[in-house]
């Protein structure tokens, strides 16, 4: 039988903290900017639907948010130079020592963190190691305004924006920004981005120089700032500073765990250093909190783009789990076939899902780097919105980890006017006047089902029956074998076989319908509406009748 690790699969919520709610203030009033502006969602927002048991609710163990950490001011071209792209994401850093501004203060921060906590919630930070944000305008008129071209100091023309037309072409004003010892760049008297993983200048980002083991001095920018925290480590270098900053939210905060941000970038020793710093700052936060009975591990989760369980990747040695990118496009594909009026290739649709599901159980059962699925991501494109509901069903009962992505719960639709950029669209405001509450029902009682059981994240699977479609899962547990029978795409009055998990006469508990059913000659009767989820009521508190 397959082996349980308590919190190798978390549920996952995924958010981006700008898109996610605005507390103090009319969030919905911001649907109408463009795409790449920020739209005002902040720490306090997040605190308070976390008080409000969004998340609970839907049984989530972890939120992942943007970095909290301060972004570039301004805005670069996008969408072909036609648009603003501001850091609305997280992903263009400025100063890793202090909030971004626009999510809120540093103690709406930590209220925020201590909020998810007190409810039993993780938080995970995403991160980036392997580069800074882009040179741009506001953020030099700021910090270095010598560095720009007087007559270009207020132009908000995309073109001069571009490829850095803006500053002047002078090694010795520009070095004051990071400067050569700390980044590979385009500037002017800088080392140029290279060709491999580890060098390359990845979409234009300037590069932080891990592979500098000289001792550097603060940025010079940083030293004049006001507001940062960051200040001289005597004998360190760049990835000495970087995983001082990144380790004090740990310290300081008690942050749980990192995402990390295109990981294939970044050496394997960076990792693995930054790994063992957090681990031993997540031990002084406790301890100064006096919480010696949390001893949970600080999670890592790395995004290799295109990894998947048939892929090997070298990240799976210093991860706790990789994302699975492949999960999106495999249910996709069975939901196209699932969904045509065809009851044989409803069946073929089911025989894939239940081959996809055994392949993920035993993965997950051997591989000591788990995966974490999803349906819906920031970095690939929304779930198509008219199969979410059935798609809903197939992630929550996925072998592994998952990660729910910011309202797929609710219908949330993309950015209508991209309709050529579907990652951008992905990244549309959280509507809150527009909520699927059927959809959101649906998502609630799955989430709760998972929550309660083990065997689904860890357990082994066996298909009971092909025709309905019937699966089971078991997992050992300390103190008992957590077990529970599944049928999807079941309608009507049917006969679910359940003989190789409950027993005869014993009484068991339909999660999705409410009610409560007896086993009679290894089956139990029912009617179905899709979904069956099946476990034993002896387990639960719920009373009722048969």
């Known amino acids: 039988m397959n082996r349980y690790i308590k919190g190798r699969n978390p549920i996952i919520y995924h958010l981006l903290t700008d898109r996610f709610y605005k507390a103090g203030g009319n969030f919905n009033e911001k649907l109408d900017r463009e795409f790449g502006e920020f739209y005002g969602g902040n720490f306090l927002g997040i605190r308070q639907r976390l008080e409000e048991s969004w998340f609970t609710d839907l049984g989530v163990d972890a939120i992942w948010i943007s970095a909290p950490y301060q972004q570039i001011m301004g805005w670069v071209p996008g969408n072909n130079g036609i648009s603003r792209q501001y850091a609305y994401h997280g992903y263009w850093p400025l100063d890793f020592t202090v909030t971004e501004p626009r999510f809120g203060t540093e103690d709406e921060f930590h209220q925020m963190v201590k909020a998810a906590h007190k409810i039993g919630i993780k938080v995970f930070i995403d991160i980036v190691v392997g580069h800074c944000g882009y040179p741009d305008v506001e953020s030099f008129q700021k910090y270095l305004p010598?560095?720009?071209?007087?007559?270009?100091?207020?132009?908000?023309?995309?073109?001069?924006?571009?490829?850095?037309?803006?500053?002047?072409?002078?090694?010795?004003?520009?070095?004051?920004?990071?400067?050569?010892?700390?980044?590979?760049?385009?500037?002017?008297?800088?080392?140029?981005?290279?060709?491999?993983?580890?060098?390359?200048?990845?979409?234009?980002?300037?590069?932080?120089?891990?592979?500098?083991?000289?001792?550097?001095?603060?940025?010079?920018?940083?030293?004049?700032?006001?507001?940062?925290?960051?200040?001289?480590?005597?004998?360190?270098?760049?990835?000495?500073?970087?995983?001082?900053?990144?380790?004090?939210?740990?310290?300081?905060?008690?942050?749980?765990?990192?995402?990390?941000?295109?990981?294939?970038?970044?050496?394997?020793?960076?990792?693995?250093?930054?790994?063992?710093?957090?681990?031993?700052?997540?031990?002084?936060?406790?301890?100064?909190?006096?919480?010696?009975?949390?001893?949970?591990?600080?999670?890592?989760?790395?995004?290799?783009?295109?990894?998947?369980?048939?892929?090997?990747?070298?990240?799976?040695?210093?991860?706790?789990?990789?994302?699975?990118?492949?999960?999106?496009?495999?249910?996709?594909?069975?939901?196209?076939?699932?969904?045509?009026?065809?009851?044989?290739?409803?069946?073929?649709?089911?025989?894939?899902?239940?081959?996809?599901?055994?392949?993920y159980a035993k993965f997950c059962d051997s591989s000591q780097c788990g995966i974490i699925s999803y349906l819906s991501s920031h970095d690939t494109h929304l779930f198509e919105r008219t199969h979410l509901k059935t798609a809903a069903s197939l992630l929550m009962l996925v072998p592994g980890?998952?990660?729910?992505?910011?309202?797929?719960?609710?219908?949330?639709?993309?950015?209508?006017?991209?309709?050529?950029?579907?990652?951008?669209?992905?990244?549309?405001?959280?509507?809150?006047?527009?909520?699927?509450?059927?959809?959101?029902?649906?998502?609630?009682?799955?989430?709760?089902?998972?929550?309660?059981?083990?065997?689904?994240?860890?357990?082994?699977?066996?298909?009971?029956s092909e025709d309905p479609y019937v699966f089971s899962r078991k997992v050992e547990l300390d103190d008992r074998t957590d077990k529970i029978v599944v049928s999807i795409g079941t309608t009507g009055h049917v006969k679910i076989p359940v003989s190789d998990v409950f027993n005869d006469e014993e009484i068991l508990y339909d999660a999705y319908s409410g009610r409560h059913v007896k086993v009679s000659n290894g089956t139990v009767e029912l009617v179905a509406g899709d979904l069956v989820l099946l476990e034993s009521a002896a387990h639960l508190n719920f009373r009722g009748s048969l």
């Open 146 to 359: 010598d560095a720009i071209i007087s007559e270009l100091q207020a132009e908000q023309n995309p073109q001069i924006r571009s490829n850095n037309k803006f500053l002047k072409p002078c090694s010795e004003i520009l070095a004051k920004w990071w400067g050569p010892s700390w980044i590979r760049s385009s500037l002017t008297g800088h080392i140029p981005g290279g060709e491999d993983d580890m060098t390359v200048c990845y979409h234009g980002l300037p590069r932080l120089r891990l592979d500098n083991h000289q001792s550097v001095h603060l940025p010079h920018f940083l030293i004049s700032k006001t507001d940062t925290r960051a200040c001289h480590l005597p004998d360190t270098n760049v990835l000495g500073y970087l995983v001082n900053w990144l380790t004090r939210w740990v310290s300081e905060h008690g942050i749980d765990g990192f995402r990390c941000d295109s990981a294939k970038h970044v050496p394997l020793s960076v990792w693995t250093e930054l790994r063992q710093a957090a681990s031993c700052a997540l031990k002084t936060w406790r301890s100064s909190q006096k919480d010696d009975e949390n001893i949970s591990p600080f999670w890592m989760l790395g995004e290799v783009y295109g990894y998947g369980p048939n892929r090997k990747a070298q990240q799976t040695q210093v991860f706790d789990s990789l994302i699975n990118f492949d999960f999106q496009a495999h249910v996709e594909e069975i939901l196209t076939v699932f969904h045509k009026n065809d009851s044989y290739l409803r069946s073929l649709a089911l025989l894939r899902l239940d081959e996809l599901y055994m392949q």
């Open 401 to 464: 980890g998952i990660a729910i992505y910011y309202g797929d719960e609710i219908g949330r639709q993309p950015i209508s006017e991209l309709p050529d950029d579907e990652q951008q669209a992905a990244r549309s405001a959280m509507d809150w006047n527009s909520v699927d509450d059927q959809l959101l029902s649906h998502w609630k009682i799955l989430g709760n089902f998972r929550k309660r059981h083990p065997s689904i994240e860890a357990g082994e699977h066996l298909c009971l």
